[in-house]
């Protein structure tokens, strides 16, 4: 026992006595503090000790937290898991992971369907932030603060009432912190950008346990980083995002038979290369075997309108929803019932191309002969989403630079009119294969149609993308190389790269 423990037990701010029974501990463990079960061991004492016991669950087995992903697929019992209350508790639970040398997983909504990105088995610790969930409003209502453990639906319940709307999630289940670190798309992307263009600044733990801010004065190139860079670069403790006066809205779902389908996906291609030039305006797909909705949203409160003119030729089978007056509350309401929350296995997977109608509806087809038939075989539900991103996505994300709400050049969307991400749903852990085998054919069937006919783009939205899609890939070398000199900057001994389980990790690039 050194100089060194002293200096980490006193950054935790540990006691006299508990000092000397970590000590003791230490000295009775056979294998030393570096070895694997002893390690985990002694590092959940620790954050027992520095968190206090009612913060640290060391029979997670028994615990519902370790089964709280939203896919069944990433259901994990870690070592232990520690739900921090304060930024203060994450500099003191990522001290312990280094000095422990002990293998981790952050958690903000469990919204990840890939296995280890935001799970970890015994083989290490899980930081669920689910406690840290605050949410706050300036004076001026300019500004929300947002915990990186709350959910999308707690921030509308909480900000709606208040008058403000901010650019976040759509889903009211989603995490606050993974989709903003993705990027983050949500209705008025077109007009103000990405969630992550949205963000004013980042209160951030770094490898060390140092708090920092990142903002467009101070660390501005991990602000930048962190604006679509993932869990790369430190735990993010605190959103601060703008806010804006709170929007009426128009809405109305319209479900086709897809027997329509070259009539509809000719509406929503024209609709792109037209209407979307109204950026109040936005249309999304959700395609199913069965049956084709358009989501058409209208940032403003005007019924029916004209950027959506392609669609009203189009006599729909059914209203979904009706044209309806409202907020982007009472849309991520009716958008949250349709999106399946029941304990199941879950996957997304992405893909970009550009905006074509005859491609769509090809790799449609391509997708449903195949979706039809493994859900005869498994019962998987499976959903085709075509989802716009219009030209001024990522126009607003460099507009901003030269704005009052100073952001930094994008990372991500440069030139992506079109992504495509499908959901799947299924229960039965033999069927893994087979039922995620349709999505990666489909993806291969997107790409080398897309690159016949000069539409394809390589770019894989991180929120969207799969376990097996290497998403930061799909960047650009120079950012990368600029992500990775970031990285080594604010972590040199690469915490964050190599003890963290899973996640679109810069080391995997
Ligand atoms: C039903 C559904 C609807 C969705 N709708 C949208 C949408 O409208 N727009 C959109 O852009 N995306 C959407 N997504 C995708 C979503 O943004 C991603 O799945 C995202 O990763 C979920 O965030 P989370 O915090 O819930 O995930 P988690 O699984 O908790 O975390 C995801 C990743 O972020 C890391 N992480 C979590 N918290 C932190 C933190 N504080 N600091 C550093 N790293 C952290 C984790 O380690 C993990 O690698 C949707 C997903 C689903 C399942």
Redesign the pocket.
């Known amino acids: 026992m050194d100089a060194r423990f002293d200096a980490f037990c006193s950054s935790l701010a540990l006691s006299a006595p508990q000092v000397k029974c970590l000590k003791d501990e230490i000295a009775e463990s056979a294998t030393g503090p570096h070895s694997h079960g002893s390690g985990l061991e002694l590092a959940c004492r620790a954050a027992e000790m520095a968190l206090g016991p009612d913060r640290v669950d060391t029979s997670p087995l028994n615990n519902i937290v370790a089964h709280k992903?939203?896919s069944q697929a990433c259901t994990a019992s870690p070592y232990c898991i520690i739900q921090p209350a304060s930024a203060a508790d994450v500099t003191k639970a990522i001290r312990i992971f280094r000095h422990f040398d002990v293998h981790f997983?952050?958690?903000?909504?469990?919204?990840?369907?890939n296995p280890g990105?935001?799970s970890i088995d015994a083989n290490g610790i899980l930081l669920d932030?689910q406690h840290m969930n605050a949410i706050s409003l300036s004076q001026d209502k300019s500004i929300a603060s947002l915990g990186?453990g709350g959910r999308w639906g707690d921030v509308l319940e909480a900000l709606t009432p208040q008058g403000v709307d901010v650019v976040g999630?759509?889903?009211p289940?989603?995490?606050?912190?993974?989709?903003i670190?993705?990027?983050?798309?949500?209705h008025l992307m077109a007009e103000l950008g990405t969630?992550a263009d949205n963000v004013d600044n980042f209160e951030v733990v770094l490898a060390d346990g140092t708090v920092v801010s990142a903002n467009a004065k101070e660390n501005d190139d991990l602000f930048w980083a962190l604006k679509g860079g993932?869990?790369n670069f430190?735990?993010?403790?605190r959103f601060d995002v703008h806010a804006i006066p709170a929007r009426k809205i128009w809405y109305e779902m319209r479900v086709y038979a897809v027997d329509d389908l070259a009539a509809v996906l000719d509406a929503h291609a024209t609709w792109q290369n037209s209407g979307a030039s109204d950026t109040k305006s936005t249309a999304s797909l959700i395609m199913t075997p069965d049956a084709i909705t358009a989501v058409l949203q209208y940032s403003a409160p005007v019924e029916r309108p004209e950027a959506f003119a392609p669609f009203y030729n189009l006599e729909p089978l059914q209203l979904a929803v009706p044209s309806t007056i409202g907020t982007f509350q009472s849309l991520a309401t009716i958008l949250g019932s349709v999106?399946p929350n029941q304990p199941m296995r879950?996957d997304?997977r992405a893909t970009s191309s550009r905006i074509d109608a005859r491609l769509y509806e090809d790799v449609y087809r391509f997708w449903r002969t195949r979706a039809l038939a493994v859900r005869d075989e498994t019962g998987a539900n499976q959903t085709f989403v075509i989802q716009p991103v219009v030209p001024n996505v990522a126009k607003q994300g460099i507009a901003r630079e030269a704005t009052q709400w100073v952001s930094q050049r994008r990372i991500i969307f440069m030139g992506v009119p079109k992504g495509w991400t499908t959901?799947i749903d299924w229960t039965d852990p033999k069927d893994d294969e087979k039922v995620r085998s349709v999505s990666i054919e489909t993806t291969e069937q997107w790409k080398k149609l897309g690159q016949e006919r000069s539409l394809h783009i390589p770019f894989l939205f991180m929120?969207?993308a799969s376990r097996d899609q290497n998403s930061l890939a799909t960047y650009g070398v120079g950012n990368i190389a600029r992500l990775k000199e970031i990285s080594l900057k604010y972590d040199p001994t690469q915490l964050f790269q190599k003890r963290?389980n899973?996640?679109?990790l810069l080391s995997k690039v």
Do not use: E, K, M
């Open positions: 992903t939203w997983a952050v958690r903000s909504g469990g919204h990840s369907p990105a935001s932030l990186p999630g759509r889903i289940v989603v995490g606050v912190s993974g989709l670190l993705g990027g983050g798309l949500h969630a993932g869990p430190g735990v993010v403790t999106t879950h997304y959901l929120n969207d963290q899973g996640g679109f």
